[in-house]
């Protein structure tokens, strides 16, 4: 059973930095573009950040460039998020996803996303 499990969320101020982890299981993952979206209060899920499978090629949305990076562990079959100078706009529910056998770089649409985790939870209090 493919599984995606994340980790690392919560309270923080802003200004301050959290780092997700989304641990992957059932298969592995290392032929798989991953991402990272989030959900806000009130509003659609939005991409946030994704990698390729070997790590060569990243990208992220406008919001968090420059704040937010992206990288993986193939050997743990692992991804992580970390997110620096949080906001309060920050504020969601962060998804991990694994878009399957993606041989070239990397999708920012959700449809493109095979697996979904559950989610973690990320405040940022002004």
């Known amino acids: 059973q493919v599984q995606l499990v994340e980790s690392g969320g919560g309270l923080v101020q802003a200004g301050g930095s959290l780092r997700l982890t989304c641990a992957a299981s059932?298969?592995?993952?290392?032929?798989?573009?991953m991402g990272w979206f989030r959900q806000a209060p009130g509003k659609e899920r939005e991409f946030v950040a994704a990698i390729s499978w070997r790590g060569g090629s990243t990208g992220y949305a406008d919001s968090v460039k420059g704040r937010f990076t992206i990288d993986r562990d193939n050997a743990k079959n692992t991804v992580y998020l970390q997110m620096n100078s949080l906001k309060p706009q920050d504020t969601a529910i962060y998804y991990c996803a694994a878009d399957y056998d993606r041989a070239i770089g990397f999708s920012i649409e959700e449809y493109e996303y095979d697996h979904w985790g559950q989610g973690t939870p990320v405040t940022v209090s002004s």
């Open positions: 059932g298969r592995t993952f290392s032929r798989d573009a």
